[in-house]
Structures are given as structure tokens and as C-alpha cells.
């Protein structure tokens, strides 16, 4: 539903959005990005209540997605699934996801319905100005404690945020996360708050042989008990109970019941929706894409889309900005995994490792929208890829780090270039991989990736 408690404005209003697509198309044309979130941030700054204003003109309503990780990947899905219903949504799918990129989608709005990922911080501040018709939560992981805190002071800002949502907002929870699963559960009555739809997987063939050090959600969210766990997936997703009060895991509504994982080349999983089964092809590899297609299955049947139609729809679809993204480059080509924080960089880790030996591109950074904080690669499993590396080359802010860590690792030392400039390090591993290569950037070396690419003719802008 759109919200009613703004009009969309009169000519002041329409002076400082036209003020501000100005400024957007300029900086687009410099070539010196920003496009996706200068226009927004001029608006923000004219209009403090532009994203209520503007969100109020979408008469279909808008669904909002956070994570940790997977928001951009989910939206996508959702998307893809939108369009192909004829129902292309306004999207912010360059994956810019706090507010202002929220109010630089909405400035160019061309459909009658809202798809925002949003940022973890501010999911509470957009949801109260988009009243959203659909909140879509995949799951919380440790990352960038410098600027997110821990998460159960998120997942406390979450609840907050949910319990404020209007009575008529529908919520898409994972199951197999308590921290999100239990911001479906009603207080009051102890019961599924109505309009709730969990997702999760119950294919005990893919659960790890043992909890990862990489494990967050340790305690129950209503006495603080330690949980119990029979199986978990990734990280702390999982099926959990608590001893002590006897809270658990929701039985999922979408749920994969049976899941084969075929390394780079993707997936295919039985799942269970409310009255069958549909079969999903998945061009997107990785158990962690699973629990997206699972988040995005979810929020497809809430927004009125039939079984049978989201399947053929995710088949369809392509990689996110940087999530195994592949891009061709001479005569060979160069695969994009994002990693930012241990949960992530675990799955892209056991996901290549299905791949036989592998070069490897790794950049990391330590600039404000990474984190500061780095050490968070010494609680990924850089162990599991060790034997199987035929390159790697460490670039980025921390590439010395970077290097240090593959080697307490294991990984052997003749393997290991330390170049931390990002073009020079990249040509060196393109001319050493005999075909593809598999980058894997934290989020500000991806963007300069990514970058560099487009100013070769190589890949598109990402604001396009």
C-alpha cells in the first residue's frame, strides 16, 4: 500500500526533484559516478521527507529487503520476478541502499511499485517513511562492528522497526535465523504475528559437519540461554531450540526440501510452497543463493505472483552487481565474488572449492564502507581452499595483511603476489590465469573493479 501521510508536493516540491535529476544527469555524464546517490542526497538535503513523499505515488505499494547478506542478490531475484509479470518495479539495483539511494531510485520512478534492499542501520528510518506493504529479512552476521555494533542491538532496532510497521505490512522471515525468526513472533500473544511467511531449508544432506568459528547467533533473544542447534547450514543458520523457555525454530512456509549444489555453474532444489512443490533452477551458485531464491520465493508469493511463475523467472536470472558476476576479458574471463565479512567469504570459499584448482584475485580494503576493522578475516576458513590454489594475487588498502592470513592458513608461500595497487594487480593475475579468474573484493574494491572494467569498454557503468 502507498502511504497516505504525504501528497507528493506542490511546485516547491517539483522544483528541487528537477533541481536534483539535474544534478544527477551531470554527474552521470562527467563519467565520475555518484549517479546513484548524489541526486538523492541534493534531494534529501532540500526535502528531509522526500522518500514519504515520493513513496506515497506508488499506488502498488513498496517491499523493502535488508540482510547482512544477500540483499542485493534477493532484490534482484525479486525483480527479475516482477518484470517478468510485467510489473517492473522502482529499484535501487546498483545496490546503493541507504537513504539516499532509496531517494535517487524513487526520483526516477517509472512503475507503480517499490523494490528497496536497504542498508542493516537504516532499514528502520526508510521503513517508517515508506510504510511498506512487504518486509522482506534474510538474515544477520557479524559484520563491520565498528560501524554496526553487535547484532542483537540490530536485531533490537529491527524489532522496534517491525512492531512500529502498520498492522497491514506483511513480513518474509528466514526461519533458520533466530534473530530474524523471532521478530515474527507477536509479544502479546507469543503467537506468528499475522500476515508472517517463513523460509528456510530443510535438506539436512547440506548442513555443515560442525558449527563454524564464524558462528554469531549464539544465545536465545527472549531468556539468553544457549541455543541448541541439530543442524546448521551457513553460520548460524540452522535448525535451533532453546532448553531453557523452549523457543524454536518456526516450521518454514517456503521451504527447499531437497538441494543440489553443482559448484560455479549453480543449483537446483525441490521447494515446498503453501499447496505443493515447485522445482527451481538456479543460474547462481552457492548454498547462500539458495537461501536468496528462498527469501525472494517467499516475497513473490506475498506480492500475489503464482508458484510455477517464480520458478521460471529465477531460471532466468543473472547475477547482481558483483555477485558472481562474469565478465569476459581477452581469452578468458573474470568471475566477481563479493566477500566483506566471515559468514560471506565462507560460502564464496566453499563454493570454489567444487571448482578443481582456481587463480584468485583477492582485494582488500580497510576504507569506511568495508570497515576499519579487518580482522575478520582471520575468522574465515581460508583453510578449506588451501590445497586448492593454483595463484593468488593479494591486492587492495590491506593486501600485506591479506597475504599474511592465506599463508598462517596454509596456502603455499611461492603461490602468493602482493601487489596493492588494483590495475596493476589485476593485469598480473589476468596474465597468470590460463582462463578464468575469480576475484573476490570487498565492497570498495569492487567498486573501483568494477570501475576499472568500465573504463576499458569491458563492463557497463554500474549506475546504467
Known amino acids: 500500500m502507498a502511504s497516505g501521510r504525504a501528497g507528493r508536493g506542490g511546485p516547491a516540491f517539483g522544483a528541487k526533484r528537477a533541481l536534483a535529476r539535474a544534478i544527477g544527469a551531470a554527474s552521470r555524464r ?8 548524489l541526486p538523492g542526497r541534493v534531494l534529501l538535503r532540500l526535502e528531509p521527507e522526500a522518500i514519504a513523499r515520493l513513496g506515497a505515488g506508488l499506488s502498488g505499494g513498496s517491499t523493502i529487503i535488508s540482510a547482512t547478506n544477500g540483499k ?6 525479486i525483480a527479475a520476478i516482477l518484470a517478468a509479470e510485467g510489473r517492473p518495479p522502482v529499484h535501487n539495483r546498483a545496490g546503493s541502499n541507504m537513504t539516499w539511494g532509496v531517494a535517487t531510485a524513487l526520483l526516477e520512478q517509472r512503475g507503480a511499485e517499490g523494490l528497496f534492499e536497504v542498508d542493516e542501520a537504516w532499514l528502520p528510518r526508510v521503513a517508517q517513511q515508506l510504510d511498506p506493504r512487504l518486509i522482506v529479512l534474510g538474515n544477520l552476521f557479524r559484520d563491520q562492528l565498528d560501524r554496526y555494533g553487535e547484532m542483537e542491538a540490530l536485531a533490537e ?13 506483511a513480513l518474509a522471515l528466514n526461519a533458520d535465523d533466530p534473530l530474524i525468526a523471532d521478530l515474527g513472533r507477536d509479544p ?3 503467537r506468528p504475528r499475522e500476515g508472517t511467511l517463513y523460509f528456510g531449508i530443510e535438506d539436512h544432506s547440506q548442513a555443515l559437519p560442525e558449527l563454524q568459528h564464524a558462528f554469531d547467533a549464539k544465545h536465545c533473544r527472549r531468556c539468553g540461554h544457549p541455543y541448541a542447534y541439530e543442524v546448521a547450514f551457513v553460520g548460524h543458520l540452522g535448525h535451533y531450540s532453546c532448553p531453557n523457555c523452549g523457543a524454536q525454530r518456526p516450521r518454514p512456509d517456503v521451504a527447499a526440501t ?17 499447496g505443493g512443490e515447485i522445482e527451481v ?3 547462481l551458485p552457492g548454498l547462500y543463493n539458495v537461501y536468496n531464491a528462498l527469501a525472494a520465493i517467499a516475497a513473490a508469493l506475498k506480492l500475489g505472483v503464482e508458484p510455477g511463475r517464480v520458478a521460471a523467472a529465477l531460471r532466468e536470472m543473472r547475477a547482481a552487481f558483483g555477485r558472481v558476476e562474469t565478465i569476459p576479458i581477452g581469452d578468458g574471463e573474470v568471475s566477481i565474488l563479493l566477500i566483506k565479512n566471515p559468514a560471506g567469504a565462507n560460502e564464496v570459499l566453499r563454493t570454489l572449492a567444487q571448482e578443481g584448482e582456481v587463480d584468485l584475485w583477492i582485494a582488500l580494503n580497510d576504507r569506511i564502507a568495508d ?11 581460508f583453510e578449506v581452499l588451501g590445497g586448492g590454489v593454483r595463484r593468488v594475487t593479494c591486492a587492495g588498502t590491506r593486501a600485506p595483511e591479506m597475504a599474511l592470513r592465506l599463508k598462517y592458513a596454509g596456502w603455499p608461500e611461492d603461490r602468493i603476489t602482493v601487489e596493492p595497487e588494483i590495475a596493476t594487480s589485476l593485469d598480473a593475475a589476468l596474465a597468470a590465469a590460463p582462463g578464468r579468474l575469480f576475484a573476490l573484493p570487498t565492497y570498495t574494491a569492487l567498486l573501483e573493479l ?9 563492463a557497463k557503468e554500474f549506475w546504467q
Open 450 to 458: 568494477r570501475k576499472l572494467l568500465a573504463d576499458r569498454g569491458l
Open 72 to 77: 542485493t542478490t534477493t532484490a534482484g531475484m
Open 371 to 381: 570497515g576499519r576493522d579487518v580482522s575478520w578475516v582471520w575468522d574465515a576458513d
Open 30 to 37: 562527467s563519467g565520475r559516478g555518484g549517479g546513484t546517490t
Open 188 to 190: 502479546a500473544t507469543e
Open 281 to 283: 533452477e538456479l543460474p
Open 258 to 274: 531437497r538441494i543440489e549444489l553443482r559448484g560455479m555453474e549453480g543449483s537446483t532444489a525441490t521447494v515446498r510452497v503453501p
Open 157 to 169: 532496532e529491527w524489532a522496534k522497526a517491525v512492531a512500529a510497521a502498520s498492522p497491514a505490512t
